[in-house]
């Protein structure tokens, strides 16, 4: 028999039993920390994150940086395509339609421009942060550089005309190579309203006759010219000089120093080995005086020169001198501006360069300033009227409508810029036609066209290849490798090879004649 207590609890109705001890409280348990893997995956979640978010903001700035060059771009050449084989009718009758053309000038300084075959270094960028960075810099040019520029220029409906100062004459030398270069580039300038597209070499006036637009207009202004000066400045179309200015027409002149009577002072006798009479290089240490070969080779090389010098000027500035009177030029010594201008060698003379107050008096008629005049046609008269009294300006300027000045300098960063984005666009358009998916995302953002069009898998080239200095082994090396890997390129059709040598080595020069030989089969 099983009894049971019942106790009272005041009641309460709780029961109690003896013997039973009340349940313990279980402690919480600690966490565990985290696998080594999971802290990895944890971190690498995070920093996919950090770097997805990097790289999107990368991409955007490169996207927004190339929008910003293309719209600089596009405002600095006014949208219209400057390259040479665009179709120049087709751009000029849009423009017009469009009426947004600028009218500047672009500035050739050549007073302070170096003309090189090509550049040896940063070297002259450099001198920039030197004492002397507060004066004009000198603006290092490769000759084939200036060409382009002059030649995008004359393609470039916005620029209207060019403007070149000589000051008080090229601080650097020019070769006579450079500055025929340089002058073909000015005539293809001149003559960019021909729908013949070369220059027109012979002045051929068939040529001149097809218009294609109204002519542009090209100034040369110095306080004095020397020789070879003159020559690059009679290729544009209107030549001017200082009022007291001078011209220095003495030709091509040559100078050699002879050794013989130094050396024989001393009892030095100079060993050489040459061939032939007309090998003359050594005669600087075997000869006291010009021999007969030496003086006649001489007598012909600067002839030479001379004449074709003579032959083009004539051509542009459209004068007929007979052989007594070019000696007489040559004799008579250095011509005042007056002189020049009664031979017809110079167009005006002027006190000081006219092209800053030209710009001015452009800017205000095209602005029309109603406050000193109501009628635009007496605003023109009236500043036409100051500036030949100031200036005593002639026909010269009468087509010039320029109301801002380009310098090279901008002009030059311009065109690279351009070449960068003409290289990105068909890198983005090469890259749309891979994918239906990056072709719409590219076109959305602007970084390709719509319709993307289908670039040549293969595209034909043309390698330039430089021969700039003395030629030496290391020279010829350099070159000779060159011609090893456009033998080897499949995509080269042509080569230009560029000489700016004295000359060097006879074996070095053999070496790289058969090279040439071995890549023309």
Not at 401 to 417: C, I
Not at 423 to 439: D, N
Request: charged share 25%; with cysteine; aromatic share 8%.
């Amino acid at each position: 028999m099983v009894s049971t207590n019942v106790t009272n609890d005041g009641g309460n109705g709780n029961a109690s039993a003896e013997n039973k001890t009340p349940p313990q409280q279980m402690a919480p348990k600690k966490p565990t920390p985290p696998s080594f893997a999971l802290r990895a995956r944890n971190f690498a979640v995070k920093s996919l994150r950090f770097g997805s978010t990097v790289v999107g903001i990368a991409v955007a700035a490169n996207v927004a940086s190339h929008i910003y060059e293309i719209n600089q771009v596009d405002t600095f050449f006014g949208g219209n395509n400057t390259d040479s084989s665009s179709d120049k009718e087709g751009a000029q009758s849009d423009d017009k339609s469009k009426g947004k053309s600028k009218k500047s000038v672009l500035v050739l300084p050549f007073s302070n421009l170096k003309v090189v075959e090509r550049r040896s270094g940063d070297f002259d960028d450099l001198k920039r942060l030197g004492p002397d960075r507060d004066k004009q810099p000198t603006i290092v040019l490769e000759a084939k550089e200036l060409v382009k520029i002059i030649h995008t220029a004359a393609s470039d409906p916005n620029i209207t005309a060019l403007h070149a100062d000589f000051g008080e004459g090229m601080r650097f030398p020019c070769g006579l190579g450079h500055m025929e270069e340089i002058r073909n580039a000015i005539r293809v300038f001149n003559e960019s309203h021909r729908r013949h597209r070369d220059p027109n070499t012979n002045h051929n006036p068939v040529f001149a006759m097809q218009r294609n637009g109204d002519p542009k207009q090209s100034y040369a202004f110095g306080h004095s010219f020397q020789w070879n000066e003159y020559f690059l400045a009679s290729a544009f179309t209107h030549v001017h000089l200082q009022s007291r200015g001078a011209l220095h027409l003495f030709g091509v002149t040559a100078s050699n120093t002879f050794l013989r009577s130094a050396l024989d002072k001393y009892g030095i006798k100079a060993h050489v080995f040459k061939h032939g009479d007309y090998k003359t290089a050594p005669n600087m240490f075997t000869e006291d005086k010009y021999s007969k070969p030496h003086l006649e080779a001489v007598k012909s090389m600067t002839a030479s020169l001379n004449n074709t010098i003579f032959s083009c000027i004539e051509k542009a500035r459209d004068l007929n001198f007979d052989s007594v009177m070019r000696k007489s030029m040559f004799d008579y010594g250095s011509l005042s501006a007056a002189n020049g201008a009664d031979l017809g060698l110079i167009d005006a003379m002027f006190p000081v360069d006219p092209l800053l107050s030209l710009l001015h008096a452009n800017k205000e008629v095209a602005a029309g300033d109603k406050e000193k005049v109501e009628d635009g046609k007496d605003l023109i008269k009236e500043k036409k009227a100051k500036l030949e009294e100031i200036f005593g300006l002639n026909k010269s300027f009468d087509k010039f409508v320029a109301t801002e000045q380009v310098s090279l300098v901008k002009y030059h960063e311009m065109m690279k810029k351009k070449a960068k984005l003409e290289e990105r666009r068909k890198y983005f358009t090469k890259l749309a036609e891979s994918s239906t998916a990056a072709s719409l995302i590219l076109s959305t953002i602007g970084l390709a066209p719509r319709e993307a069009k289908l670039l040549p898998s293969k595209v034909e080239k043309i390698a330039v290849v430089t021969v700039d200095g003395s030629i030496g082994s290391s020279l010829s090396y350099e070159i000779i490798e060159s011609l090893r890997k456009i033998r080897t390129d499949d995509d080269v059709k042509c080569l230009v090879l560029r000489v700016n040598s004295p000359g060097g080595s006879v074996t070095s020069s053999e070496a790289i004649l058969e090279e040439l030989k071995i890549l023309e089969k």
